[in-house]
């Protein structure tokens, strides 16, 4: 039977990805969530990871923007898939059905292998409009990306957070 352990991590990484990024809360902010952040108090994800690399406003937050709509586009139907299975291997571990269990979870980890191949592509978009000072500091910047393009609880069930809309 899988750990529960593995059942709480499994189910936690939906909480763990990052918070709305998509602010156009009344024309504030970009897409990529550059404005001020939903509480007023704490930087987004994406404006951590804008800042990180010092991403100019002319050029280089644009063409981001354009890569990121492109990134959540294909991402969404992993997202979704995440979300099924995390509700499936609770299901499946509530009944004791191990079989189901190792499925669904097999099924998980693959959904978040493609979703982890989202991020990455995103990121090597971007990093081909970096300047050479900027290009240092990309691994301390990917960091923020980690679960981007993951749905959490609040959005996978028609809930939207941070004035996505």
């Not at 709480?8 to 763990?16: E, F, I, K, N, S």
């Not at 809360?25 to 994800?45: D, F, I, N, R």
């Not at 990121?68 to 995440?82: C, D, H, I, R, V």
């Not at 009944?95 to 292998?113: H, I, P, S, V």
Request: aromatic share 6%.
């Amino acid at each position: 039977m899988i750990s529960k352990v593995l059942i709480m991590v499994a189910l936690g990484t939906g909480a763990v990805a990052a918070q709305s990024v998509t602010t156009k809360m009344g024309g504030q902010g970009s897409v990529l969530g550059t404005g001020p952040a939903a509480s007023g108090t704490e930087l987004s994800p994406m404006d951590q990871f804008v800042m990180k690399l010092k991403l100019d406003d002319e050029k280089q937050i644009p063409a981001a923007e354009r890569v990121f709509g492109q990134a959540k586009t294909a991402a969404a139907p992993y997202g979704l898939e995440l979300t099924q299975q995390r509700r499936r291997l609770l299901d499946a571990e509530v009944a004791g059905k191990a079989d189901d269990a190792k499925l669904a979870l097999e099924t998980y980890t693959e959904a978040a292998r493609k979703v982890t191949g989202v991020e990455a592509a995103f990121m090597a978009r971007v990093f081909a409009d970096l300047k050479p000072d900027q290009k240092k500091k990309v691994s301390e910047a990917f960091v923020f990306l980690t679960g981007i393009f993951q749905p959490t609880a609040a959005t996978s069930q028609g809930r939207r957070r941070g004035g996505d809309q």
